[in-house]
């Protein structure tokens, strides 16, 4: 059954645009004045400022890839960065960063065809792919400065689905995921405050969501929680067996997912 990736669409492009500003102000603001040294439980080895560095550089590189509209994979990642030379600088680069990400959204349609490592061939893609990847480490700084993070429902929901909807096609940088495979095996993830759920089937030869609507039925394992709690696990930044979630069903099955669905 062939689904769209954005099968949960009251979460357009456009908002996905703005929300990409909103994020990185949120990150600014919690860099700003913070020790950049601080480690980064969710990011292993990581400070502050390797995640600032490492939000801005994808923004710069997913604008590169928009302006150019690029058709097929790109040999070289090289990018003008324009790192700043002064630590106390990268919240202010982080700030010019979403800039250039905005003049990017603005150049281009986002129903555009473009290359993509993911099931989504359009330009919109990139602008999703964008905010996830920033919404994540504002989460990811909150939680190394003691904060809890607080996720939309509406945009935890889309980014549950995006990243599995995409996880399938990450193979080539997040090598586990080929581990991902068995004999019709099912695990379903659903959320308990929008009613989203995904059955994920796992094949001999590959695995990818199956259905994605309103809470379905049984599968072999199950996980229920709130969609910012959901999106949370999905990355890696909690764990499945964390008191905010209801599991059931093949606990061996729900271990393997999780060893091997990072990227």
Sequence with gaps: MELSPQAYGAVTPAVHREAVAAQTAALVALTRGADLA???????GWTLLDLVRHTGSVQR???????????????????????????????????QSADEAAE??????????????????????????????????RADAELALGQRPVIDAALAT?????????????TPFAPKTAQLRGAGETLRFRTTDTGADWLVRLHPDSFGVEEQGPAGG????????????????MYGRVRHDADTFVTSGNEELLKRWFAHSEF
């Design 61 to 95: 590189w997913f604008a590169a890839l928009l302006r150019r509209g690029v058709q097929s994979r790109p040999e070289s990642r090289e990018v003008d960065l324009r790192l700043p030379e002064q630590e106390e600088d990268y919240p202010d680069w982080l700030v």
């Design 218 to 233: 049984a599968a072999d394992a199950t996980v229920e929680g709130a969609a910012a709690d959901l999106l949370l696990l």
């Design 158 to 170: 889309d980014g549950v689905d995006e990243f599995l909807v995409n996880l399938p096609f990450a």
């Design 104 to 137: 990017a959204f603005a150049t281009i349609d986002p129903d555009a065809p473009m290359w993509v490592w993911g099931a989504d061939a359009h330009a919109r893609f990139w602008i999703r792919r964008m905010l996830f990847e920033t919404l994540v480490h």
């Design 38 to 44: 601080t480690p980064v439980p969710g990011c292993p």
